[in-house]
């Protein structure tokens, strides 16, 4: 009985990390996704995640999640950077040769943090949003 009971755990925890590997993979696979880190200003920790960026919202998916619903949607309309520093002492868990970005959205003041390679195709897309009427 005792077996029994080891392999249902050991293959409930194999299913459980097969099922985390397919979403982060069906997540980074879409045009515009990308590795982001993100708080709101003034929260202590940054929450990594996966990014989709198009159309006329920002999908934010958290990294370690099971979940299929983005945790956060900015509306691109709604979207406007504020500044963009380096990585610093103070962000610890980042990596350090990312670029941060001070936004204000709808939904409150934001911090984006990408890498250095992401940063200019995300700004063209903030950039070209339509005018809000």
């Known amino acids: ?26 997540l980074l696979s879409g045009l515009g ?5 993100l708080r709101p200003t003034g929260a202590p920790r940054w929450s990594v995640g996966v990014a989709w960026y198009g159309g006329d919202a920002l999908l934010w998916y958290r990294a370690v999640s099971l979940s299929v619903r983005p945790q956060q949607r900015l509306c691109r309309s709604e979207f406007q950077i504020q500044g963009r ?10 990596p350090a040769d990312v670029v941060v970005l001070a ?5 409150g003041p934001r911090e ?13 897309w903030v950039e070209s949003a339509p005018p809000v009427r």
């Open 1 to 26: 009985m005792a077996e029994l009971l080891v392999l249902v755990a050991v293959v409930g925890v194999v299913a459980l990390v097969v099922a985390f590997l397919l979403r982060r993979r069906f």
């Open 33 to 37: 996704a990308v590795t982001m880190w």
């Open 85 to 94: 520093r380096r990585a610093g002492a103070a962000d610890v868990s980042l």
């Open 103 to 107: 936004c204000r959205t709808a939904a």
């Open 112 to 124: 984006l943090a990408m890498d250095t390679s992401t940063v200019t195709g995300f700004l063209s």
